[in-house]
């Protein structure tokens, strides 16, 4: 069969390296890259390091407003689906590229594949939130990492298509754990001991877009007075320099990072503090313990199972747990068993 792969934003090219591995060594994929990230430390590193398979398509979208990036994603991708007549359009996620890519194909009457289907943080604010429950409710293929996904469609009345299969993002754990130590010197070049530094992420356009939120946040790292590393996403860099807002000497702030080097900072910190999805699922993975610096989280199973903590960005709430949370019990496999590639594949072997 022919499918075509949406991918667009960092964390889908992670997710995308073990799964179009897999599906590749029976079908024909095309990768769509809708250039919604463009950075060669966003995007071509992560191809580079992860051996992905070079895009046949990059529309070059770049950033903009949302209406702006989905509208014109929309408009190529429609034009790629005519011309390459799929079998099934797949999708990763809850980026505007997800939304454009799952939307093109469902307006032609192509099947839809949502990967990471049914994940909810029941705040519509968030433009993650708005673009997974339209992509839910236009796909023919719900993947779904978790059991508490399946209740999230069921309660929306999604019924058919819905398969657990885990975390593609386990997958890549496992597929690229080992070769990721290769990339320790950097703990060297960071000037930094493993187990005795924190790795803090932050992106979230809820967090980076109003400056007491993000105020609160350094605030709290710059108190904090333990060794942080922190990869800046573009976003948080452009605003922390708008808000001209500074951080303290225990904080390393570097460029965003590649994979490898992100796994390999995981599994030597002592703690991981965060806004990202995908990282607050990597310390579970890493066992390590997560603040979550959001007022709600999707991955609810790391909260109930006592590895994570929702914090919100009150600065005392940051320090306090910083300096206090434990993890409490001892880790189940609620993200699968890293096979989730396989399982995928053979879901869309049942459709031939
Ligand atoms: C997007 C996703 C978010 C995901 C994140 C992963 C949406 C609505 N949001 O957020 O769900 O968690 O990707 O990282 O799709 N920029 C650059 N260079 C780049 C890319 C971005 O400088 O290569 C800057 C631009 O100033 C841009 C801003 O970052 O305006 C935001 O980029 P955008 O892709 O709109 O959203 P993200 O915050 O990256
Ligand atoms: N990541 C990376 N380099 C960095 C920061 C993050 O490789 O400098 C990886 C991280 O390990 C995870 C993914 O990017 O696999 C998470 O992406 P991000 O936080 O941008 O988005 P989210 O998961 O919140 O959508």
Not at 175 to 200: P, Q
Request: charged letters at 25%; one cysteine or more; proline letters at 4%.
């Amino acid at each position: 069969m022919k499918i075509i792969t949406i991918v667009g934003a960092r964390p889908q090219f992670i997710k995308a390296a073990p799964v179009s591995k897999t599906l590749r060594t029976e079908h024909e994929e095309i990768i769509i890259h809708t250039g919604q990230h463009y950075d060669a430390n966003m995007s071509d590193i992560f191809f580079n390091e992860l051996k992905i398979p070079r895009p046949d398509y990059n529309l070059e979208i770049g950033s903009g407003s949302h209406g702006m990036m989905t509208g014109r994603m929309l408009e190529k991708l429609e034009e790629i689906y005519l011309k390459e007549k799929p079998d099934f359009v797949l999708v990763y996620g809850d980026t505007n590229s997800t939304l454009a890519g799952a939307l093109a194909a469902s307006k032609l009457l192509i099947p839809v594949i949502h990967i990471e289907a049914g994940l909810r943080s029941f705040n519509k604010a968030m433009p993650e939130e708005q673009n997974r429950i339209l992509t839910d409710h236009i796909s023919d293929l719900l993947l779904v990492p978790t059991e508490d996904a399946i209740k999230n469609l069921t309660n929306e009345g999604i019924k058919k298509g819905i398969h657990n299969v885990g975390d593609v993002m386990y997958d890549a754990v496992l597929m690229f754990k080992e070769i990721a130590k290769s990339k320790s010197g950097l703990l060297k070049e960071l000037d930094v001991n493993s187990g005795e530094y924190i790795l803090t992420t932050i992106h979230r356009a809820e967090n980076t877009n109003d400056i007491n939120r993000l105020r609160n946040m350094i605030e709290a790292l710059n108190e904090s007075g333990e060794k942080i590393i922190l990869p800046l996403h573009p976003r948080t860099k452009k605003f922390i320099e708008g808000y001209g807002l500074n951080f303290n000497e225990n904080i390393k702030v570097i460029d965003p990072i590649g994979y490898l080097e992100m796994l390999m900072l995981e599994e030597n910190s002592k703690m991981i503090v965060t806004d990202s999805g995908g990282v607050q699922k990597e310390a579970y993975f890493m066992g390590k313990p997560c603040i979550t610096m959001r007022d709600e989280t999707e991955w609810v199973e790391t909260v109930a199972c006592g590895w994570n903590v929702v914090v919100g960005t009150d600065k005392n709430k940051i320090l306090d747990n910083i300096r206090n949370f434990k993890p409490t019990s001892i880790q189940q496999a609620i993200f699968g068993d890293g096979n989730a590639a396989q399982k995928i594949l053979n879901i869309i072997n049942e459709r031939r």
